[in-house]
Structures are given as C-alpha cells and as structure tokens.
Nanobody, 112 residues
C-alpha cells in the first residue's frame, strides 16, 4: 500500500517558480513510476510529467516542456516537480500518483 502526500503549492506571480514535493510511504514507493497531474477549475485532470523508478526516464506534456522538471530522491522517498517561468494557465491543483494511488493535491495559483 502506497500513501502519497504533496506539498509546496502556493501563490506566485507569473514568471516565478515553485517546487512541489510528493513524499511516498510504503516499501514499494521507490520501485514505482510516479506521475504528476493537475486539474484546473472546470477542466479535466491532465497528466503533466512522469518519472520511472530509477529516475532516468522522464516525460512531459508539451505545454510544460522546458519549464518543468520532474526528479526523485529515493533516499528521501520523494518525487519533485520543479516549475519555472510559471504562467497563469499553470494554475491548478497538482496531484502525484503512483500505483493507482493519489495524494490529496496541492494548489498552485499563478497571478498575472
């Protein structure tokens, strides 16, 4: 059983940066690929980035390529999403997911 807790969201001006964290518990977490999703108001949940268990393979939705970086520190059971050059359209609740388990989400608001 995996349990996920996200943190790091907040209010930031356009062009700013935030780093989200997803801490996973459970013996399997470090062996699982992890994804970050987001859900903007009135929109469907969208896959943002993925990372494999070893951290060597990552994928991004086109709209965040070059601005967001997903990484993981398996010693800390944590997956990060570094977000730079934030835009108003990045405003959403961000969720991490692993093995069909979801965290509670962390809200990111980008003011223009």
């Amino acid at each position: 059983q995996v349990h996920l807790v996200e943190s790091g969201g907040g209010l930031v001006q356009a062009g700013g940066s935030l780093r989200l964290s997803c801490v996973g518990s459970g013996s399997m977490f470090n062996f699982l690929p992890v994804s970050w999703y987001r859900q903007a108001p009135g929109k469907q949940r969208e896959l943002v980035a993925q990372i494999n268990s070893g951290g060597g393979t990552t994928n991004y939705v086109d709209s965040v390529k070059g601005r967001f970086t997903i990484s993981r520190d398996n010693d800390k059971n944590t997956v990060y999403l570094q977000m730079t050059n934030l835009k108003s359209e990045d405003t959403a609740v961000y969720f991490c997911s692993a093995s069909r388990t979801w965290g509670q989400g962390t809200r990111v608001t980008v003011s223009s």
